[in-house]
């Protein structure tokens, strides 16, 4: 695939109805990719597609639906997975159904999407997907059980696809994110009582990221032709501390 025509993309991000995902899309858009806005919420991916204009699509998608992934993976070049859901507890005092519903979204969800999209790429001669996984991936964090196994899963599934893929033109990697300032930490802070400054002062760099910045990274490797396999770690210093 050459990954210099950026007009002539069709790029689908999912969890863009907000945080990481929102700030994916207008990114890419920005570049003058046509972007598909698939997200749970229709009325938040609504607003974003009115925001970015006619190059924009809105697309109500459960993620975990494979009925609903299959036909919404058609004729794209890009794929950014970064619907996720969390959890705040250790595994003991993890029901059964967090577990699963956690692997749920953020396992699941990310496979069905590549599973799906694959085979589309190839047939239009490669394409370019990343998966946005998280720190949680490769270190342990306090009461985060079921979240951290799941990007595991996410980071390991990456790899997976790059090796099996290669040869169908189609590079896959992963951005593993630290701590963002987004509605989804903020209301995580909310319901567990999590302090805004323990959670900067854990970053060596003594903040949270933006969702920018791991946009940034995500354009990067969507254009990266060098790139496939890889995981990129954008944490202000938390895995190097």
Not at 31 to 45: K, M, P
Not at 86 to 101: F, I, M, Q
Not at 108 to 137: D, W, Y
Request: glycine share 10%; hydrophobic share 50%; proline share 3%.
């Amino acid at each position: 695939m050459n990954d210099r025509h950026l007009s002539r993309r069709t790029a689908l991000v999912t969890g863009a109805g907000s945080g990481i995902g929102a700030a994916v899309a207008r990114r890419l858009a920005a570049d003058g990719t046509r972007v598909i806005l698939a997200d749970l919420s229709r009325d938040a991916v609504e607003a974003l597609a009115a925001e970015l204009g006619s190059e924009a699509r809105a697309l109500q998608l459960d993620v975990r639906d494979e009925e609903q992934v299959a036909p919404a993976m058609a004729g794209l070049d890009v794929l950014v997975n970064v619907a996720g859901i969390g959890s705040t507890t250790n595994a003991p005092e993890t029901p059964l159904e967090v577990w699963e519903d956690v692997f749920a979204v953020n396992a699941r969800g990310t496979f069905l999407c590549c599973k799906h999209a694959i085979p589309e790429m190839a047939a239009r001669g490669g394409g370019s997907i990343v998966n946005v996984a998280s720190v949680a991936a490769l270190v342990g964090l306090r009461n985060r059980a079921a979240y951290c196994a799941s990007k595991g899963a996410v980071v390991a599934l990456t790899r997976a696809l790059a090796v099996d893929h290669v040869a169908d033109g189609i590079r896959v990697n992963a951005v593993c994110p630290g701590t963002v300032d987004s509605p989804w930490v903020r209301r995580l802070v909310e319901e567990v009582g999590e302090s805004l400054d323990a959670l900067r002062a854990r970053q060596p760099l003594g903040r949270l990221g933006t969702t920018d910045e791991i946009a940034e990274a995500v354009e990067f490797l969507v254009s990266a032709e060098f790139a496939t396999g890889t995981v990129l770690v954008v944490d202000g210093g938390l895995t190097a501390a």
